[in-house]
């Protein structure tokens, strides 16, 4: 397929050069004639890891890096997975931007690879493809029941308030009065946060307009964050600990038991790990001060901590027709450090719910057959993000090591992987000769009915949606409708 795409360009596929010999210090001038000193480079994706991937690559001085995104906006999880709350952490887009500005870098949104153009017609038009789009897809609990209406996953529920165009007819039902989450990592918090923060809290962040509107009307007053481990195994930071905490209007429920014996098993943790694990201890069992005292006694909502306890089974209404409550197995601890796990006691406890969110992890999707991919680990196998078998293909982020860590953690990955990539074109392991970059995929676009936005066309969005916010004090009131966004650019 990809073949019979070329034949107006007049070559087929480019030979690879050998590698240098040993001891020979080769550089980009030396396998690069006068013609050939642009190495064309794709990224796919356009969060954190396509970002910096980007950012590196632009460290060469020919090199040429455009962008590819499957929606007509950039920024990935930055716009669509950090918290409405949390404004600060999005500040990472001002250094995108730049990144987009530069004059070696384009971005072409509204592009989905897979679909409207393949990973091998990608190849045939660079020198190098690095796949960095992350992880789209989230981890079935598979348990009975998961089916019911008044289940979904948390990354769902994120994105329905975030704005993820997939996620905007999500319509959760938040007319029940306890709600459980099934995790206990950030996005967890994050989603306990969110549901339980008052409405007008939040007029003043980018949250969507529809999902203030369901959030204003919500009932839900308690939430539980389930977790199969114990306190010393939470996957949250201390940060968003502390901001739970000290929600306006909300108090916590730990139960003392849980935390019996931890401080002598604290001693030998990690600081980081330490510090979190001490502020739980604290929080479930010491008096609070009459302060703190006070702001609990009055306040309307309340969240807590579910430790030791494994979903079996999703438990309906007695009509059959919506989620009613969780079945969970209590469990115990075996092993020492990172090997503990839990296992079942035998015995069942259920916790009555109306809205169950599962937050058991994100994972990435195969994006091309021409891709290998661990189904199981859910990343494309690579070494330091040379992707394994595939000479010229790179990947980055999530889809390399997997859905963990901050964007700080992505950043230094995507750095590597960008280095390895930089190191191979240097040692003349990328095929030589020009290539068409964009300007061959253009062709191919067009020919599909395929209109991309660049960068000036979102900063048109951008412009709308800011003057859309400041109507009502808020820094921007996100478009939700890629055939709304598309309309507006004239497309």
Known sequence: MASR??????????????????????????????????????????????????????????????????????????????????????????????TAHSGRCAFWG?????????????????????????????????????????????????????????????EPDLSCDTAVILGQGNVALDVARILLTPPEHLE???????????????????????????????????????????????????????????????????????????????????????????????????????????????????????????????TRLEGVGEATRAVPTGDMEDLPCGLVLSSVGYKSRPVDPSVPFDSKLGVIPNVEGRVMDVPGLYCSGWVKRGPTGVIATTMTDSFLTGQMLLQDLKAGLLPSGPRPGYAAIQALLSSRGVRPVSFSDWEKLDAEEVARGQGTGKPREKLVDPQEMLRLLGH
């Open 204 to 330: 003043r962040t980018d949250i969507t307009k529809a999902a203030l509107g369901v959030l204003r009307q919500s009932r839900v007053k308690t939430v539980w964050l389930v977790g199969r481990r114990g306190p010393l195994q939470v996957a949250f930071t201390i940060k968003e600990l502390r901001e739970m905490i000290q929600l306006p209007g909300a108090r916590p429920i730990l139960d003392p038991a849980d935390f019996l014996g931890l401080q002598d098993k604290i001693k030998e943790v990690p600081r980081p790990r330490k510090r979190l694990t001490e502020l739980l201890l604290r929080t479930a069992t010491e008096k609070p001060g009459p302060e703190e005292a006070a702001r609990r006694a009055s306040a309307s909502r309340a969240w807590g901590l579910r430790f030791f306890r494994s979903p079996q089974q999703v438990l309906p209404s007695p009509d059959g027709r919506r989620a009613a409550g969780v079945r969970l197995a209590v």
């Open 5 to 98: 795409c070329w034949r107006w360009w007049g070559w087929s596929a480019w030979p690879r050069t050998r590698p240098p010999p040993a001891g020979s210090t080769p550089s980009f001038r030396h396998h690069l004639s006068t013609q050939e000193k642009t190495p064309q480079i794709c990224v796919v994706g356009s969060g954190p890891a396509g970002f910096y991937t980007a950012q590196h690559l632009l460290k060469h001085p020919q090199a040429h890096v455009d962008i590819y995104e499957k929606q007509p906006v950039p920024f990935g999880l930055v716009r669509f997975g950090v918290a409405p709350d949390h404004p600060e952490v999005k500040n990472v887009i001002n250094t995108f931007t730049q």
């Open 110 to 170: 509204n592009v989905e690879v897979g679909r409207d153009v393949t990973v091998p017609e990608l190849r045939e038009a660079y020198h190098a493809v690095v796949l960095s789009y992350g992880a789209e897809d989230h981890r079935a609990l598979e348990i009975p029941g998961e089916e019911l209406p008044g289940v979904c996953s948390a990354r769902a529920f994120v994105g329905w308030y975030n704005g993820l165009p997939e996620n905007r007819e999500l």
